[in-house]
């Protein structure tokens, strides 16, 4: 069975870090690209970053470039998203994800997604 | 950035039906299109993508099209478990980003 299990979130105050991971099984993880993506509570998607099966592409997007980092280590199977400086408005359930694309040269199209980590920060 | 616009906000339909959804692009997207599923409760499901594929399993009534900026999905004859919010995402090749569409629920 294709599974991301994704883990790390939790109540954090403003301004500290948090560390989310995800480890995928049941396919092969370093041939695809993984991507994160938020919901906060009763809102919509939004795209939070990408990396490619290589690590040879990595995006974020504009409301976590410079405080959120992205790697994997396909050697674990494993995705990571550091989140630094964190804000009230990072709260939401975060969801690691597989792309449909076999070693593409960017992210896309989502067809596995895990059940998700919710971050909260509050003081 | 490449905004994505989704209309209506919320369409009412009976089940029998056929849904249009629609999704703009603020600029051409070369077809990087993918649609999504997702029930209260649930994780997004992957229905389309490239704009008119079908992901694996997902059933015949679910049809993408649209070019450039304009995209539809469409649902032909409505299924009760159809009910949910879509939302529409696209991909730019440089800087490599990502946007989501604001969603579309569909409600009976």
């Known amino acids: 069975e294709v599974q991301l299990v994704e883990s790390g979130g939790g109540l954090v105050q403003p301004g500290r870090s948090l560390r989310l991971s995800c480890v995928g099984s049941?396919?092969?993880?370093?041939?695809?690209?993984m991507q994160w993506v938020r919901q906060a509570p009763g809102k919509g998607l939004q795209w939070v970053s990408g990396?490619?099966?290589?690590?040879?592409?990595?995006g974020y997007g504009d409301s976590v470039k410079g405080r959120f980092t992205v790697s994997r280590d396909n050697a674990k199977n494993s995705l990571y998203l550091q989140m630094d400086s964190l804000r009230a408005e990072d709260t939401a359930l975060y969801y690691c994800?597989?792309?449909?694309?076999?070693?593409?040269?960017?992210?896309?199209?989502?067809?596995?997604w895990g059940q998700g980590t919710t971050v909260t920060v509050s003081s | 950035e490449t905004v994505l616009t989704q209309s209506p906000a919320t369409l009412s339909l009976s089940p029998g039906e056929r849904a249009t959804l629609s999704c703009r692009a603020s600029?051409?997207?070369?077809?990087?299109l993918a649609w999504y599923q997702q029930k209260p409760g649930q994780v997004p499901r992957l229905l389309i993508y490239?704009?008119?594929k079908r992901a694996t399993g997902v059933p015949a009534r679910f049809s993408g099209s649209g070019s450039g900026t304009d995209f539809t999905l469409t649902i032909s004859s409505l299924e009760p478990e159809d009910f949910a919010v879509y939302y529409c995402?696209?991909?730019?090749?440089?800087?490599?980003?990502?946007?989501f569409g604001q969603g579309t629920k569909l409600e009976i």
């Open positions: 995402q696209q991909r730019t090749y440089w800087p490599p980003t990502c946007t």
């Open positions: 994800a597989k792309d449909i694309s076999v070693r593409a040269t960017n992210y896309y199209a989502m067809d596995v």
């Open positions: 049941g396919f092969t993880f370093e041939d695809h690209g």
């Open positions: 490239d704009a008119s």
């Open positions: 600029q051409t997207i070369n077809n990087y």
């Open positions: 990396i490619s099966w290589n690590s040879g592409i990595i």
